[in-house]
């Protein structure tokens, strides 16, 4: 099946600092999801990004399709940031998402 | 607009005992569903997924089962249940085609 990997597995910032987190796969996907898990274990989601670039306030997303791989974007990080943010893709025909491991990010203030 | 309502929110249950976990979904017809799990600190694994009302496709072998009796209705199941069982379980919910996975709050499991 498709292999997701995610860069950083861990990363550490102050707040108000900006970060990129990287989704790497395998082959070419159908759909493309960024969430966020907060401290409770709900996923929330960031963006559906099969391909091209999509703003929503401070964090956007751009997935290059063609070279597999998708970037997740926080500018100006608040501590309400901090969780485990997972890329997760659907490739072919397969019945559902395949997740990386995340990037658990921590804001510190 | 569509909800997703999963129950309850926590578990304890002992080994042997059985398990009922249920999820639905409101606002929408026919809509895909799935089962994930989390295990503690790692990432999600699909363990079932249904496209229609007593149709299952199970992903892993495992000690766990699935229903789907009613179109927006979606059941996991154990008969008796392993320690190896504990975890965080994720139901989830989608349109036709390729289109977006949303979640709901999720069950968190402990078996002792």
């Known amino acids: 099946g498709i292999q997701v990997e995610q860069s950083p597995p861990d990363l550490i910032l102050q707040e108000g600092a900006n970060s990129t987190l990287r989704c790497n796969f395998s082959?070419?996907?159908?759909?493309l999801q960024w969430f966020h898990q907060n401290p409770w274990g709900q996923l929330i989601n960031l963006f559906y990004i099969p391909s091209g670039t999509k703003q929503n306030g401070r964090l956007s997303a751009t997935t290059v399709a063609t070279e597999r791989y998708s970037l997740l974007y926080i500018s100006s990080s608040q501590t309400t940031d901090s969780g485990v943010y997972f890329c997760?893709?659907?490739?072919?025909?397969?019945?559902?998402?395949?997740f990386g491991k995340g990037t658990h990010l921590i804001i510190q203030p | 607009s569509q909800t997703i309502h999963q129950w309850p929110a926590t578990l304890v249950q002992p080994v042997g005992s059985p398990l009922s976990l249920e999820c639905t979904v409101e606002?929408?017809?026919?809509?895909?569903l799935y089962w994930y799990r989390q295990a503690a600190g790692r990432g999600l694994q699909l363990l079932f997924y249904?496209?229609?009302?007593?149709?299952i496709s199970s992903e892993v072998p495992q000690n766990l089962s699935a229903s789907r009796p009613q179109d927006r209705q979606f059941i996991l199941s154990s008969k008796k249940l392993l320690l190896s069982d504990s975890g965080f379980y994720l139901c989830?919910?989608?349109?036709?085609?390729?289109?977006?996975?949303?979640f709901g709050n999720g069950t968190r499991l402990t078996v002792t």
């Open positions: 997760a893709v659907i490739s072919g025909g397969a019945d559902g998402l395949t």
């Open positions: 249904s496209v229609g009302i007593g149709q």
């Open positions: 606002g929408t017809s026919n809509p895909n």
């Open positions: 989830a919910w989608s349109g036709q085609g390729d289109t977006p996975l949303h």
């Open positions: 082959d070419s996907v159908n759909n």
